[in-house]
């Protein structure tokens, strides 16, 4: 009978860590901006002369340590040779966040990133974090494009952006944790995550397409 | 289940008698940074359980020598089980910890992963029902060395000396694999996973366990000043400042925890747990605290007359988590609250702890039932806000106070009081009950108990410092005691404050200073970091990883019905088992196009081997129209899927020589000349616009077909079974060059290759003779020849022409029966077939029973070879006996 209990259920949170978010990225971007390069920079912390051009979806998974939370990308770096282009979205549907790339010494790979920004705003989920990374900040020399402009196409779009080198790692690690930051970290969007990790990104792509699709109609 | 059965007769082999497998299961051990497989098994000898983990030379383990025993854990007052129910991933993870070891299981969700943590929990559970002294688990000391030693704390639990049990050779390697956990650089555990490991994924609770296991790195002790007072009031009201009690020391203490018993002797208290008297000692508390220092409440609770108040110094308040109180009764009935326990639990820092307030059995006799109400509260206390539940051995420290009750016996009271009166308290606490049942280990196990030094502290007349003079005449006792149970924690006082006088006992105190684990945020992050780093850098290292020796697959000149391949080959270049497969693109229907078969299209390969993979371009009469009209080409990109890591793409090219085959009928009557003869952007354009090239006046039936029938009719009117046997596969190509280059020689092949090839041009075009939008509209129509015949009629000229001609043709074949042995029935089921082919959707949809619209194909073809043709208007050059 007399019996009294302290407090409502809870989960106790016996350590001061937090959970761990899991979240797809995609990078995005022309042939030979520094896709591989940023990625293999970000992971590895090494950067390559003679990068061979991705034929494929590279996956490699990093984990960035915020103040609360642990995010925990599972990143497909894309084949950016045009050929390829019709099978990015099996790549970009359903991720959470995209990095598009293009080289500040290539006026067409900003053109050709714009280009992304719109398809991905057209057909991928619509909350997705995009950020647009000006690489090879260190050939300014030889600078095509402004970072004015970027900035400033960054900002009407809603894009993060930086001007980033995988040569020098300038950039590098800010950039995805400027991402890690941005990104919703509630337990649906978590959620999703959680499983398996490399498992391919079409499969979970169905609230994302619907949802891309009743606004086109 | 009979397989579970199987494992436990291996286990059962491996065991002496008296032992009993009852239950086990197969899990992976996290070991470092791997997991490795294992085999537990719950081991129960006369009462006594014990968890035995195995290592096995192969999985499944066939015979009792694949086993070899890593440890055995006694499941004791030490033991632990814990289920990480905190992910939605798929896993379930096990905690098993008994002292310092501590071992992380994962598990295979699911019915037997439940059976066997439930039969865990159960043996849990008989340990706390079982009464008298703890078990020995004698029988145990012959695995000595793969016992964890219940016994030394701080000796970590040695993995099997192989010299001690019959470790078999498999068994050893993967021993001999144990990763060291701080091992500064990731040793590749390739054989060990070659045997089954397989790296751990970063999951929430690996990285739990992980942590934990190097608390020491980030977590540094600061010392508590713990004051825990106990006193059975009698039903009074406070009457005096508590603070001769509460406030006796020099410092303030940090924490307070202090427990009445008997605060409302009451019926209403008793019957509605209801007392005015909780505010007011609750008030006399807070008043009696030690002047130096600010308190805050952390948590206050309260069964009938038991009650605790949790009280901690201000500037520890936000240190102070996961609050939870319980209460349990153990009086009237075995439930009411007249007498047993009530606790608080709460985590300082990194350090749980519970308190506990009991009031046990009275009557001096009793012993016993004391001894049970102790172990009903351990067993029936539990913090059930927690998943899962908390009971109070999963405390770092525990603090016990109350009025135990227990008694001094075998001693008249005269001799009591004389002792005491001449200060030799060490006679008196030999015949202690307490103490004689904790040294019976009946009671208390693993706690312990500062040296006495006060005088009993009951039973007095209230008001004064008297022994109890009624009636009664109780011998004093030590009711009030206070033991403690837990790593780094030091009493430095143990009293009692006889100048209460309130009731009649005396109030008790002790003074502790406990160890308490702060984590230090910096460091703390700095090892997650590290750990999340190693977690990274291993899954990264432990993915998929293959090359292909080409991703650039070109055939050369492909032609029709000329299968061609070439192999692909798919090296494993990484440490892990690869499972790989050929994957659709997001639309498509199939990970190829039709014209190209991969074998396999998904397969395993081992690290360092490799996998042939051939690839089979065959244009045939499904893929050759898409070719010829430029709607499909010979060129793909193949998305090559690793479970659980990267794609790779491969592109597949060829040439696609265009044939006569695949063409339809109406470009082919625009052409005077051999296909090859003609510019691909003009078949291109032939078959998309329809129209003469050069304004030739178009034949009125393909001229492939007529030198086909032509070469039939000519040669083949008396052959038996012609269109019912096949042709050479070599003859139907030469057949092809010869139609599609053109040639002055004669039309090679036999008559059966020749009369194949004629089914085969029919059956290459797009659209078979009956366009598809009138397919269902002849099987309806199959019955009656006239609307038949009308359908016919209303075909395209030159659809309508090739349908006639082959139908004169056929009946001029049917003609010859006597020689040739075909009958109209099988020449209509062949053709029947031919002339209304399956629309691709109905095929698929598969509503209609094949076999009944294959009837109805012959039956409408059947017309056209029984009935009399002569009256359809036809073009001359329609005739048979015609020359090119
Ligand atoms: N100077 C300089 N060179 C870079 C930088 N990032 C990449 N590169 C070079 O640019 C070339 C192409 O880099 P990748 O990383 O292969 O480019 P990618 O975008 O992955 O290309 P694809 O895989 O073909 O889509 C390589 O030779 C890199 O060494 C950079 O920040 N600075
Ligand atoms: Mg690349």
């Keep these: ?217 | 289940m009979s397989s579970n059965q199987d494992l436990i007769g291996i286990i059962q082999a491996k065991l002496s008698s008296g032992e009993t497998a009852s239950s086990c299961h197969e899990a992976s051990l996290m070991q470092g940074w791997v997991r490795a497989s294992r085999i537990l098994a719950l081991v129960e000898h006369e009462n006594e359980w014990a968890l035995f983990i195995f290592i096995s030379s192969r999985m499944p383990p066939e015979v009792f020598t694949d086993l070899a025993i890593e440890r055995v854990i006694p499941v004791d007052s030490d033991f632990k089980c814990e289920i990480d129910a905190g992910e939605q991933s798929g896993d379930v993870y096990v905690n098993i910890s008994s002292r310092k070891l501590k071992l992380l299981f994962e598990m295979i969700p699911g019915i037997k992963t439940n059976n066997f943590v439930s039969e865990i929990m159960r043996s849990m559970e008989a340990l706390m029902k079982l009464r008298g002294p703890p078990p020995e688990f004698q029988w145990l000391h012959k695995y000595s060395g793969s016992t964890s030693n219940r016994n030394s704390a701080d000796c970590d639990p040695a993995p099997v000396d192989a010299a001690d049990v019959d470790v078999t050779k498999g068994a050893k390697t993967v021993a001999e694999k144990m990763l060291d956990i701080d091992s500064p650089d990731i040793v590749v555990p390739r054989q060990s996973i070659a045997q089954g490991a397989t790296p751990i994924a970063a999951r929430e609770s690996v990285i739990r366990y992980q942590m934990s296991m190097k608390e020491d790195d980030y977590t540094f002790t600061e010392t508590l000043r713990v004051f825990i007072g106990t006193w059975n009031v009698n039903g009074l009201p406070p009457n005096a400042s508590l603070s001769p009690w509460l406030a006796s020391d020099m410092e303030p203490p940090d924490l307070y925890a202090v427990g009445f018993q008997e605060l409302d002797l009451s019926k209403e208290a008793f019957l509605f747990n209801d007392t005015p008297r909780e505010e007011e000692w609750r008030k006399a508390v807070i008043a009696g605290l030690h002047p130096a220092a600010k308190y805050r409440q952390v948590a206050l609770v309260r069964l009938v007359g038991m009650m605790l108040i949790l009280l901690v110094q201000e500037k520890h308040e936000k240190h102070v988590r996961n609050v939870a109180w319980e209460t349990v009764g153990t009086g009237i009935m075995g439930k009411m609250g007249n007498k047993g326990g009530v606790g608080i639990r709460v985590e300082i820092h990194n350090t749980s702890i519970c308190f506990v307030n009991s009031h046990l059995a009275a009557h001096v006799e009793e012993f016993e039932r004391r001894n049970q109400d102790y172990h009903d509260i351990c067993s029936r206390l539990s913090f059930s806000k927690f998943v899962p539940t908390k009971c109070i051995k999963d405390h770092d420290q525990v603090y016990w106070l109350g009025d135990l009750n227990y008694r001094i016996t075998e001693m008249e009271p005269r001799i009591v009081r004389d002792l005491i009166s001449h200060n030799s308290l060490s006679a008196l606490l030999e015949c202690d009950q307490l103490n004689r049942q904790r040294q019976h280990k009946n009671v208390f196990d693993g706690y312990r108990e500062g040296p006495i030094t006060f005088k009993p502290t009951y039973k007095y007349d209230p008001g004064t410092d008297d022994w109890d003079s009624s009636e009664k005449n109780r011998a004093p006792a030590w009711c009030d005691r206070i033991l403690w149970r837990g790593d780094g924690m030091e009493q430095k006082e143990y009293r009692s404050h006889p100048i209460l006088r309130t009731s009649d006992h005396k109030p008790v105190s002790a003074l502790f200073e406990s160890q308490i684990r702060v984590i230090d945020v910096v460091k703390y992050r700095k090892v997650h970091e590290e750990v999340m780093k190693k977690l990274d850098k291993l899954e990264n290292e432990f993915l998929p990883q293959v090359t292909v020796d080409n991703t650039e697959i070109i055939f050369d000149i492909v032609r029709f019905l000329e299968p061609q391949s070439q192999e692909l080959i798919i090296a494993n270049t990484g440490q892990v088992p690869v499972d790989f497969e050929f994957i659709k693109k997001l639309d498509d229907s199939k990970y190829c196009k039709e014209w190209l078969n991969i074998d396999p299209a998904a397969s395993s390969i081992k690290p360092g081997e490799k996998c042939d993979v051939k690839l089979e371009l065959f244009v045939d009469k499904k893929s050759a129209s898409k070719l010829n009209s430029g709607e499909d080409k010979l060129y793909d990109i193949l998305v090559l899927h690793l479970d659980g890591g990267k794609d790779i793409f491969i592109t597949v090219t060829g040439n696609y020589e265009r044939s006569c085959f695949g063409s339809s009928l109406e470009a082919l009557v625009h052409i005077s000349v051999p296909v090859r003869e003609i510019p691909i952007g003009k078949l291109v354009e032939l078959e998309n616009v329809r129209e003469a090239p050069g304004g030739m006046e178009p034949y009125p039936i393909p001229k492939e077909i007529w030198f086909l029938v032509d070469h039939l009719y000519r040669h083949g009117l008396k052959k038996q079974n012609l269109f019912l046997l096949t042709g050479l596969h070599s003859e139907l190509i030469a057949i092809r060059n010869w139609l599609d280059n053109g040639s002055s020689e004669p039309l090679p092949g036999s008559l059966y290759s020749i009369a194949e090839a004629l089914l085969l041009l029919l059956e290459s075009t797009a659209e078979p003779i009956v366009p598809f939008n009138l397919h269902s509209v002849c099987l309806g129509a199959a019955t009656n020849y006239l609307q038949c015949k009308q359908i016919i009629m209303q075909l395209p000229e030159f659809r309508r022409n090739v349908f006639l001609y082959l139908c004169f043709f056929l009946q001029e074949l049917l003609s010859h029966a006597n020689e040739n042995g075909l009958d109209a029935k099988t020449l209509a089921t062949v053709f029947g077939a031919i002339f209304l082919r399956d629309p691709p959707r109905v095929s698929a949809r598969g509503r209609v029973n094949p076999a009944v619209m294959d009837r109805k194909k012959a039956s409408f073809v059947y017309h056209f070879l029984v009935n009399d043709l002569s009256d359809y208007v036809m073009s001359k050059s329609l005739h048979l006996s015609g020359t090119s």
Excluded at chain 1, 43 to 49: L, N, P, S, T
Excluded at chain 1, 81 to 108: C, F, K, W
Excluded at chain 1, 177 to 189: D, F, G, Y
Aim: aromatic share 8%.
């Design chain 1, 1 to 217: 009978m007399a019996s009294s209990r302290g407090g409502a259920a809870q989960r106790p949170n016996n350590q001061s860590q937090g959970k761990i978010c899991q979240f797809k990225l995609v990078l995005l971007g022309e042939s030979a901006v520094g896709k591989s390069s940023l990625v293999l920079r970000f992971v590895k912390g090494q950067f390559h002369e003679y990068q061979e051009s991705t034929i494929g979806a590279a996956f490699l998974t990093q984990t960035v340590c915020l103040e609360d939370t642990t995010v925990k990308f599972e990143i497909w770096d894309t084949a950016g040779q045009e050929r390829y282009h019709s099978l990015a979205p099996m790549y970009y549907r359903g991720a959470q966040a995209a990095i598009i790339v293009y080289d500040i010494t290539n006026m067409d790979s900003f053109g050709r990133a714009k280009v992304w920004v719109k398809e991905l705003q057209r057909q991928a989920s619509p909350n997705i974090v995009i950020a647009l990374a000006g690489n090879k900040a260190d050939l300014a020399n030889s600078r095509a494009v402004e970072c004015d402009e970027a900035q400033a196409y960054a900002d009407e779009n809603g894009l993060l952006f930086m001007e980033t080198s995988a040569k020098t790692a300038k950039n590098v690690n800010e950039i995805f944790l400027a991402i890690a930051k941005k990104l919703p970290k509630n337990e649906q969007v978590s959620g999703a995550g959680s499983t398996n990790q490399g498992r391919r990104l079409v499969e979970s792509e169905g609230n994302t397409k619907a949802a891309g699709n009743c606004c086109s109609k």
